[in-house]
C-alpha cells in the first residue's frame, strides 16, 4: 500500500506544524506551502493526494488557488479541504463555487480532519 500524500497550504507558522505533525502521525506523507502561490506550484510538482487549504493566503488566497487547481487537468481530480474560521454565509457559498470536495472549521479539530481524510481518500492507505 502507498502512503498518501497531503499538501497543508496554510500561511500561519504554529497551525500549519501542528497540522503537519497530526498528519504524519496519522500516516501521510506531508508536504507544505506558506502562501497560495508557493501551494500551486507544490501541487503541480507533486500532485499530492489531497490538499488541505487556507483561506486567508498570501499571494494567493485559498479560493484563488482551488481554482487554479481546478481549472487544470493536471490537478483537477485532487480533493481539495477548505479550512477556514470564517464559517459564513458567504465564505460557504464561495467555498461552493470554488468545487473543493469539503470544508473544515478551523481550529481543526482532529477527528474532523482524520473523518474528512478518510472520506475522501477511501482506498488510499497510511504507513503502519
Ligand atoms: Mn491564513
Known amino acids: 500500500m502507498t502512503?498518501?500524500?497531503?499538501?497543508?497550504?496554510?500561511d500561519h507558522e504554529a497551525?500549519?506544524?501542528?497540522?503537519?505533525?497530526?498528519l504524519?502521525?496519522?500516516g501521510y506523507r506531508v508536504l507544505d506551502a506558506a502562501d497560495g502561490q508557493s501551494g500551486?506550484?507544490?501541487?503541480?510538482?507533486h500532485l499530492p493526494d489531497l490538499v488541505l487549504m487556507d483561506i486567508q493566503l498570501p499571494k494567493l488566497d485559498g479560493f484563488a488557488a482551488t481554482t487554479a487547481l481546478k481549472g487544470q487537468g493536471r490537478t483537477r481530480h485532487i480533493p481539495v479541504v477548505?479550512?477556514?474560521?470564517f464559517?459564513?454565509?458567504?465564505?460557504?457559498?464561495?467555498?461552493?463555487s470554488s468545487s473543493a470536495?469539503?470544508?473544515?472549521?478551523?481550529?481543526?479539530r482532529l477527528?474532523?480532519?482524520?473523518?474528512?481524510?478518510?472520506?475522501?481518500?477511501p482506498e488510499k492507505g497510511t504507513a503502519p
Do not use: H
Not at 497551525?15 to 497530526?22: I, K, M, T, Y
Not at 477548505?82 to 474560521?85: D, E, N, R, S, V
Open 3 to 10: 502512503t498518501a500524500t497531503v499538501l497543508i497550504v496554510e
Open 15 to 22: 497551525n500549519r506544524r501542528l497540522l503537519g505533525v497530526l
Open 24 to 26: 504524519g502521525r496519522l
Open 40 to 45: 500551486l506550484a507544490l501541487a503541480n510538482e
Open 82 to 85: 477548505i479550512m477556514t474560521a
Open 87 to 96: 464559517a459564513l454565509k458567504a465564505e460557504e457559498e464561495r467555498w461552493m
Open 101 to 108: 470536495e469539503a470544508f473544515l472549521a478551523k481550529p481543526v
Open 111 to 121: 477527528q474532523d480532519l482524520t473523518a474528512t481524510i478518510k472520506r475522501l481518500l
